[in-house]
């Protein structure tokens, strides 16, 4: 358990760390678009490790874009020689069969992920992967085609198992590294190694389990969950969704399911799992245009719900059951949709994120240029916007599963930070005195005073256009975000 547990704190401590490089904006999210060519696209890496993490950590350099790959046809070997890598594709107890000298290469691989439970600076460490059964354990990091293992010289574990200390020795050992069917080829020194997984993965350990699409990659058709036999079984109706599969050792996912329109489809998919313990966590694969993923429900579930968690509350969701987690997100989801259901229907100009529940606000309507007090045209239309979002969360079926709501200032990125800091604290303090006095009028203080705090993120969280640019007019908001208690 203790690296199912680590595996699951790394999943989600990077989601949060994709987010804090802004790559989502505050409003809908939209659906990414397909590729002209017959090229494997992937999203922006998740960052493999937090550059404030502990000091003496090599760096490595960055690998450039991926490269374009041959269509499906070319066959599997080829497809998976020219995938952009992830880490978590190569999780798992990897072997060769090659007589190999094991200062230079390992007779067996695991690769794992740890995390430090405890607090640097103002940021988790996250490491990508540790690589164990070799001399020289360490954090393992990929970058394109390469494999860098970053030794260290001594680490230490806490009470419940996971790392918590470490030091690095200073220098980085460097593999050229090829994904193949069932494992993947290190080279070093113009010598290679072949390293297969102990045992292919199944994606039908047992009814229960299901799979969803990542949430940082593509549907495919129209697939959000891949699960475990949707035709009629104990009197239910047949369902879209997965029927079956065989991932076969050369590479190659056999993938049989019922469309839309509940007629059988199948497809021959090219694949690479990361694998905990008991069953596959995470399931890639390409069809030769674009890279896919999915994730175990459960992590999928965990991955949602860290959007309304801090990153110490993160870490904390790897102690609660699998039952106990479904009941949060469905409490999650249900609050989710009451919100973006009352704010559709009030007409008020306001951006709501249908994945996290947060309420963005453009500045220009609460406040003068530069200024941080609110207008009075800017107090109308909170008491709005406060009454409305109040009437929900203050009910009684949400009482105990808000631990905070959060009011958050946000500016574009010109002008000097310091500014921009200062202005945004100063913003997101007078939203939150506004609401908590008398002028504004709200019902029910006793509850909200103790849970509405206010923070101010400067430009350090901007909105980015579709080009990848800044988008400077929705980068300066106002957020509501509400935090959830975990049991």
């Not at 069932?182 to 389990?209: C, H, K, M």
Request: hydrophobic share 40%.
């Amino acid at each position: 358990m203790k690296r199912l547990s680590a595996l699951l704190a790394l999943v989600l401590t990077a989601a949060l760390l994709l987010s804090a490089c802004g790559g989502r904006s505050s409003g809908a999210a939209s659906a990414p678009s397909s590729p002209s060519s017959a090229e494997v696209s992937a999203p922006t890496p998740v960052p493999t490790a937090n550059p404030d993490g502990p000091q003496g950590r090599p760096v490595i350099p960055a690998a450039g874009a991926p490269a374009a790959i041959s269509p499906l046809s070319a066959g599997a070997e080829t497809v998976l020689a020219s995938l952009p890598l992830r880490v978590e594709m190569l999780y798992g107890r990897l072997s060769t069969d090659a007589s190999v000298d094991e200062n230079q290469f390992p007779k067996t691989i695991e690769f794992d992920s740890e995390y430090f439970d405890g607090m640097l600076g103002s940021k988790f460490w996250v490491f990508g992967a540790i690589l164990s059964s070799f001399p020289n354990m360490g954090e393992a990091v990929v970058e394109g085609d390469r494999l860098y293992l970053l030794p260290f010289s001594s680490y230490e574990y806490g009470e419940v198992g996971h790392m918590v200390n470490c030091a690095y020795r200073g220098d980085v050992i460097e593999f050229g590294l090829q994904a193949v069917p069932n494992g993947f080829i290190l080279t070093r020194d113009g010598e290679s190694v072949r390293y297969s997984f102990d045992e292919l993965p199944a994606l039908d350990n047992g009814w229960g389990v299901h799979y969803c699409c990542h949430p940082d990659y593509p549907v495919f058709e129209g697939l959000q969950e891949l699960y475990k036999s949707p035709f009629q079984r104990d009197g239910a109706d047949p369902q879209p969704g997965y029927v079956d599969s065989e991932l076969r050792g050369d590479g190659v996912m056999h993938l049989e399911w019922l469309d839309a329109g509940l007629q059988r489809r199948s497809a021959d998919l090219v694949y690479a799992v990361g694998r905990d313990l008991l069953q596959p966590t995470y399931v890639f694969f390409t069809d030769g245009r674009q890279l896919y993923c999915y994730v175990r429900s459960y992590i999928y579930d965990m991955i949602r719900l860290s959007s309304n968690l801090d990153p110490e509350q993160q870490l904390l969701l790897t102690d609660l059951s699998e039952d106990a987690v479904q009941q949060l997100a469905e409490t999650r989801t249900e609050l989710l949709d009451e919100l973006c259901a009352a704010f559709d229907a009030s007409g008020l100009a306001v951006k709501v994120d249908r994945d996290t529940g947060a309420v963005a606000v453009d500045s220009a309507l609460l406040y003068a240029t530069d200024a941080y007090e609110v207008t009075d045209e800017g107090k109308d239309f909170l008491r709005e916007i406060f009454s409305l979002y109040c009437s929900i969360l203050s009910q009684d079926k949400y009482r105990d599963f808000i631990a905070e709501i959060r009011v958050e200032g946000h500016t574009d990125t010109s002008g000097a930070h310091d500014y921009n800091q200062e202005l945004s604290e100063k913003r997101a303090e007078a939203v939150r005195a506004f609401c908590l006095s008398e002028e504004c009028g709200l019902e029910d203080l006793a509850w909200l005073e103790p849970l509405l705090t206010a923070v101010g993120y400067a430009d350090d969280r901007p909105i980015l256009a579709a080009d990848g640019s800044v988008d400077m007019d929705a980068s300066r908001r106002v957020e509501l975000r509400f935090l959830i208690a975990l049991p």
